[in-house]
């Protein structure tokens, strides 16, 4: 199965500031299928990229996703107070599925 | 609104059973995938098991395949998960979700209910 290795473990920042995550795959993720969910305490999951770039429906434009290959990354352009959680991305070019295992982002 | 809600969780011993349950409402239920992915305390997300829109195909993460069983009911617009055999290694919250058409991430969660195998 592809493992997925996400870092940092914990990205202290403020708002406003810019967050850059990274996820990487042992093996090249086929047609860039790669999501991002964001996890807030007690909360379900929600799903923000997928395809690598492509925003969910009703996502804010300040998240944008990028990479391919085995190689990939969240930006959060301006940190908002709601933006602090885990984010957690999750290949889905080869079964089985497999997810990271986050990223925190919390405030500095 | 697309909602989708969890039932049946708590604890159980090694070796016990449990039928989680999710009804789903806000969109055509029978038109969709469905999955059921977990998620261990402090740990991240594990993929479980995933029924077809008709039921005719399941496919299951090796750590479950033979010990729980996924299917659903479109007249009902639900979910279940039938666990068998229960280890501690499967204590963990479980999310309902959906697929979208034709892939493999998960669009659309419910809030996850809580398993515990424990004695």
């Known amino acids: 199965e592809i493992v997925l290795t996400q870092s940092p473990g914990t990205l202290s920042l403020s708002p406003g500031e810019r967050a850059t995550l990274s996820c990487r795959a042992s093996?090249?993720?086929?047609?860039?299928?790669l999501a991002w969910y964001q996890q807030k305490p007690g909360q379900a999951p929600r799903l923000l990229i997928y395809g690598a770039s492509s925003r969910a429906t009703g996502i804010p434009d300040r998240f944008s996703g990028s990479g391919s290959g085995t190689d990939f990354a969240l930006t959060i352009s301006r940190l908002e107070p709601e933006d602090f959680a885990v984010y957690y991305c999750?290949?889905?070019?080869?079964?089985?599925?497999?997810f990271g295992p986050g990223t925190k982002v919390d405030i500095k | 609104e697309v909602q989708l809600v969890e039932s049946g969780g708590g604890l159980v011993q090694p070796g016990g059973s449990l039928k989680l349950s999710c009804e789903v409402s806000?969109?055509?239920?029978?038109?969709?995938?469905m999955s059921w992915v977990r998620q261990a305390p402090g740990k991240g997300f594990e993929w479980v098991a995933t029924i077809k829109q008709d039921g005719s195909e399941k496919n299951y993460v090796d750590s479950v395949r033979g010990r729980f069983t996924i299917s659903r009911d479109n007249a009902k617009n639900s979910m279940y998960l039938q666990m068998d055999s229960l280890r501690a290694e499967d204590t963990a919250v479980y999310y309902c979700?959906?697929?979208?058409?034709?892939?493999?991430?998960?669009?659309?969660w419910g809030r996850g209910i809580l398993v515990t195998v424990s004695s």
């Open positions: 999750q290949q889905y070019g080869r079964s089985p599925p497999t």
């Open positions: 806000g969109f055509i239920f029978s038109s969709y995938w």
């Open positions: 093996q090249s993720v086929s047609s860039s299928y």
């Open positions: 979700t959906r697929r979208p058409p034709g892939s493999w991430y998960f669009e659309y």
